[in-house]
T-cell receptor
Framework: AQSVTQLGSHVSVSEGALVLLRCNYS??????LFWYVQYPNQGLQLLLK??????LVKGINGFEAEFKKSETSFHLTKPSAHMSDAAEYFC???????????FGKGTMLLVSP | NAGVTQTPKFQVLKTGQSMTLQCAQD?????MSWYRQDPGMGLRLIHY???????DQGEVPNGYNVSRSTTEDFPLRLLSAAPSQTSVYFC??????????????FGEGSRLTVL
């Protein structure tokens, strides 16, 4: 069975600092991996996805993630945080394009001036 | 672009009452699903459907029923609401077949409180 672990329920950074949100996955087959963002009182919006092409994936709003098979990781990064990045971020895994998506418990990103 | 539309956005029920959360999508997606979101628990899959007439259980199906009579609609029914069903519910859909990337498109959520 597939699963996702997000390290840290809350991450605090200063505006302009590096953002690093951690995600480790478990899957018996090569996975499909996703990062979603949720702003307050809204639905989830796709940031980026890995579907077995390039291991470094670029997404919207300056975010990117690197798939590392040896570490079973798919950490999300952004070089310089903006106040508007404050939101909850979810990592998700699927063991194929056709199967269901399993979500991590989420990481709340707090950005201070 | 409407995308995935959920109604109602807010609902308060008493224990034992029944209700239906509506979900409609206009993207001709075969796959539709329902998740619930609880603090510290992330999103957990309740039920899903890969096409009209086909439904299956997810991780937390107890207390919920679904049906899929059309491609566009996928209602979620609570037959006898319990306080443990207080949650935010999200409907999501995606394409299927060889062209799919597995990306889910989400509605804005329905916040349910059971007293």
């Amino acid at each position: 069975a597939q699963s996702v672990t997000q390290l840290g329920s809350h991450v605090s950074v200063s505006e302009g600092a590096l953002v690093l949100l951690r995600c480790n996955y478990s899957s018996s087959v090569p996975p499909y991996l996703f990062w979603y963002v949720q702003y307050p009182n809204q639905g989830l919006q796709l940031l980026l996805k890995y579907t077995s092409a390039a291991t470094l994936v670029k997404g919207i709003n300056g975010f990117e993630a690197e798939f590392k098979k040896s570490e079973t990781s798919f950490h999300l990064t952004k070089p310089s945080a903006h106040m508007s990045d404050a939101a909850e971020y979810f990592c998700a895994v699927s063991d194929s394009r056709a199967s269901t998506l399993t979500f991590g418990k989420g990481t709340m990103l707090l950005v201070s001036p | 672009n409407a995308g995935v539309t959920q109604t109602p956005k807010f609902q308060v029920l008493k224990t034992g009452q029944s209700m239906t959360l509506q979900c409609a999508q206009d993207m001709n997606h075969e796959y539709m699903s329902w998740y619930r979101q609880d603090p510290g628990m992330g999103l957990r899959l309740i039920h899903y459907s890969v096409g009209a007439g086909i439904t299956d259980q997810g991780e937390v199906p107890n207390g919920y029923n679904v049906s899929r009579s059309t491609t566009e609609d996928f209602p979620l029914r609570l037959l006898s609401a319990a306080p443990s069903q207080t949650s935010v519910y999200f409907c999501a859909s995606r394409t299927t077949g060889l062209a799919t990337t597995g990306e889910l498109f989400f509605g804005e959520g329905s916040r349910l409180t059971v007293l």
